[in-house]
């Protein structure tokens, strides 16, 4: 019998990868990021199964906690594929074999449970999957190399479900209406989200395309991904379910310059 | 009027979702609370007898605090931190 493997899924041609048309910086920072991809992948194993925990308790949807059940084993696959990137592009020497540890979540002291979990939920997939989806639909538009357009596409089939979930659950919270707390604390779930992920792309260096046809985003083009996100898929998204954006519309302004 | 198109990954992402608990009202058929089955706690499947046993106190609360750092050489493990819900964006 062939134990499971962590890598299971869609077919990703790992012996065609060649990175040999990329000069060692570049190898360097595109690895670098996939590098850290890793760490986080394996740290959302660890958010989602505290989410599975906290619908579980306080009661949803079947379809979410499907989803939200999975998506903490999709996120241990996903661990693998960005280490194999990682290795791919920065030598085994360089790349942890696994990696341990939990995130630090949110705690929104002062929260009852059923608001709570509204805010984790919300933070985790509304904001931050739904950023990586729209940010890695960028990434596999100029990804030319096959290796990475397979990668991108497999992390991409599920990132969009765990988008999705977020706002399936954000609709069902907002049909019974329970959305007490969320206004209140969107400023900060967006700082620490899209404010963060914004930081991040504007260190990154520009780039002539070599780098992004391997599976990466330069300065210009991450900015704008994430401001797409923001402007065009979050912010219309809460508008929808009608989530009162009065107390985040400074933080929203500031991020889309 | 005709509406205003949405961005496609507003459609895949926020609409597909809405769209998975369409008729799923909140609220509607209230759920009913199930617990271990013992005061004291143990699995779901666990008999009451065994359950003392089970229950191991980790404390309350989410896992603020990231485990202790340090890399395993031996085992090549990494220990991460460091995350808040947001997937780092480089």
Redesign the interface.
């Known amino acids: 019998m062939t134990a499971p493997s962590a890598e299971s899924g869609r077919h990703i041609p790992w012996e065609s990868f060649d990175a040999g048309a990329l000069p060692a910086a570049g190898r360097k920072i595109v690895g ?2 996939w590098l ?2 890793m ?2 992948e ?3 194993v ?2 989602f199964s ?1 989410l599975a925990q906290e619908l579980a308790q306080d ?1 949803c ?1 079947e ?2 906690l499907s ?1 939200v059940t999975r998506a903490a084993n999709d996120e241990v696959r996903h661990t693998e594929v960005c280490r194999r990137m990682a290795v791919a592009l920065l030598g085994k020497d360089a790349v ?12 929104h002291a002062g929260a009852s449970r059923e608001a709570r979990v509204l805010l ?1 939920v919300v ?2 997939c509304c ?9 890695f ?1 960028e990434m596999l538009a100029r990804a030319r190399q096959p290796t990475s357009r397979a990668v991108l596409e497999s992390l991409l089939q599920d990132e ?1 479900d765990h ?14 209406k ?1 959305l007490d707390g969320l206004a209140e604390a969107l400023p900060a779930m967006l700082d ?2 899209a404010g ?2 914004l930081r ?2 504007e ?2 260096p520009e780039d002539d395309g070599l780098m992004e046809s391997y599976g990466w ?1 330069a300065r210009t083009s ?1 900015m704008a991904a ?1 401001r ?2 923001l402007r ?2 979050i912010v ?2 809460f508008e ?2 009608g989530v009162d954006l009065s107390a985040a519309r400074d933080a929203i302004d500031t991020f889309l310059g | 009027m005709k509406p205003m198109p949405r961005d496609r990954m507003f459609n895949v992402l926020v609409l597909g979702g809405i769209a998975l608990v369409a008729g799923s009202a909140c609220g509607s058929g209230a759920a009913v609370h199930v617990d271990a089955g013992s005061e004291d706690g143990g699995l779901p499947s666990e008999p009451r007898e065994r359950a003392d046993a089970s229950v191991v106190d980790t404390g309350s609360g989410f896992p603020s605090e990231p485990p202790a750092p340090g890399t395993d050489a031996a085992a090549r493990d990494a220990a991460v931190d460091g995350f808040s819900f947001p997937m780092e964006v480089q």
């Open positions: 670098d990021t850290e991809r760490k986080q394996h740290l959302a660890g958010a505290l009661g949807d379809t979410v989803l942890p074999a696994r990696v341990r540890g939990l995130p630090k979540v949110p705690v984790h933070e985790m904001l931050s999957e739904t950023l990586t989806g729209v940010y639909t969009i988008g999705r979930v977020g706002w399936a659950y954000l609709s069902w919270r907002a049909q019974g329970r620490r989200t963060r992920a991040s792309a260190r990154s985003l991450a994430l797409r996100a065009d898929v219309p998204g929808t379910l």
